[in-house]
């Protein structure tokens, strides 16, 4: 259990709100070190740690003459954290309060038992060590929000970062930010991945912003992916970036340090979670997020969607990051223009209840498909609160919407 608690400490709200019950002698067997860099890393940060950042704090900064064994029994322990499984919080907590009630007691026993052996003390220890501590067994350190005017408005200015491409939208939903879950969905072959690719790459996207971006692709292979996301930033078509390659090295250089994408067949949702940690994106794609697995058992498709959307929203949450779930549209929204968000596949409430923002991308007809007309449907709008239907226009060959 020692072991699956420092795991759980890495997480910032559960180490503040348990902090002020914890001890080194909790931990034993070299998770005591261990505890003691996740405490120095904590005061100095004011998010949630991951297990590699705490071994290079660990090895590099607080322990750089370790020995080889030494280190080398280090990374066995990391090693073997890694695998656990996360400890349920409240019966970690009621452990963890256990512990701090059966130390007090013994500490309080120790001062007792050298009183009734003859020490020279007026109980003012014990006196101390009851009013200190025991104050605190059923006490939670909570982290309020500030009710500051001036710190709200900075804190909330910059809760739409990275804007829009598309006049019309930025218009009406403005953009997304840290924390933020924002679900892009649409039929099979409507244009959702050049819609999302040109949110990314195209004329004034994110990458060109300056936002680092991050796309899992499960879909369809992430090269052809790549690809449309160099069509969308040069604005050429593949014949054309063939016949002029130092054009286009020229034009993707501006923003190809900026984005990453791979192929991710297969992952679950805590490989997407370590993904995250690891690259730090500001904006992170999932095409397609329902594809993602999730550890558990669920008795209907609509129960494990949730669970992985809900996942979704905490790395968002957890990493100051927007994720960007794509997902398809049922057979309810098959020639509409007005896709809603109960028109999802597999899911009419779990997955919207935890997205901020939801696009609906539709085309109703033929008519539409060769005049190249999409139809964008906002129907949940947590950022700005505007609901509606914009239209514009699709560009397939480079994967670019315009109004």
């Given amino acids: 259990m020692e072991k699956e608690l420092?795991?759980?400490?890495?997480?910032?709200?559960?180490?503040?709100k348990n902090k002020t019950k914890l001890s080194k002698e909790f931990?034993?067997?070299?998770?005591?070190?261990?505890?003691?860099?996740?405490?120095?890393?904590h005061e100095d940060s004011d998010k949630d740690l991951s297990i590699n950042e705490v071994s290079s704090l660990h090895m590099d900064v607080y322990n750089p003459a370790?020995?080889?064994?030494?280190k080398e029994n280090f990374d066995a322990l990391v090693n073997e954290i890694k695998e656990l499984e996360?400890?349920?919080?409240?019966?970690?907590s009621n452990i963890i309060r256990a512990l701090y009630k059966r130390r007090i007691a013994n500490k309080i026993a120790v001062l007792a038992t050298e009183i009734y052996n003859g020490?020279?003390?007026d109980f003012s220890e014990i006196k101390k060590e009851l009013e200190i501590s025991f104050d605190d067994i059923d006490k939670d350190e909570y982290e309020y929000v500030t009710s500051d005017v001036s710190s709200l408005i900075d804190k909330l200015k910059d809760n739409t970062k990275w804007k829009f491409n598309l006049s019309s939208l930025k218009e009406n939903v403005n953009g997304v930010g840290e924390g933020n879950l924002a679900i892009i969905f649409a039929r099979p072959e409507s244009g959702k991945t050049a819609f999302w690719v040109n949110l990314v790459a195209g004329i004034d996207g994110f990458a060109a912003q300056g936002a680092k971006v991050c796309a899992l692709i499960n879909e369809e292979p992430a090269i052809r992916t790549q690809m449309r996301l160099i069509n969308a930033h040069t604005g050429m078509t593949f014949d054309e970036i063939r016949a002029d390659m130092d054009v286009t090295k020229e034009k993707w250089a501006e923003v190809k340090?900026?984005?990453?994408?791979?192929?991710?067949?297969?992952?679950?949702?805590?490989?997407?979670?370590?993904?995250?940690?690891?690259?730090?994106?500001?904006?992170?794609v999932i095409d397609q997020l329902d594809k993602v697995n999730v550890k558990g058992n669920f008795a209907r498709t609509d129960e494990k969607l949730r669970a992985v959307y809900t996942g979704a929203r905490e790395i968002a949450k957890r990493n100051n990051c927007c994720v960007i779930a794509i997902s398809q549209a049922s057979a309810d929204g098959h020639g509409k223009m007005e896709l809603t968000f109960d028109m999802m596949e597999?899911?009419?409430t779990g997955k919207a209840a935890e997205a901020d923002v939801i696009i609906g991308v539709g085309f109703r007809d033929k008519v539409d498909t060769e005049q190249n007309v999409r139809g964008l449907y906002i129907s949940k709008n947590k950022i700005t609160g505007w609901h509606g239907q914009i239209t514009c226009m699709i560009q397939p060959e480079l994967s670019r919407y315009y109004d």
Avoid: C, M
């Fill in 86 to 92: 996360l400890p349920n919080e409240t019966i970690a």
């Fill in 119 to 121: 020490k020279d003390s």
């Fill in 6 to 16: 420092i795991k759980l400490l890495l997480n910032k709200k559960f180490y503040t």
């Fill in 27 to 41: 931990f034993t067997n070299g998770t005591g070190d261990l505890y003691e860099t996740i405490e120095h890393a």
């Fill in 346 to 348: 597999g899911s009419k």
């Fill in 66 to 70: 370790t020995t080889r064994a030494k």
């Fill in 257 to 284: 340090q900026n984005i990453k994408i791979l192929d991710t067949v297969d992952w679950s949702l805590d490989e997407v979670d370590e993904f995250v940690q690891k690259e730090k994106p500001d904006i992170l």
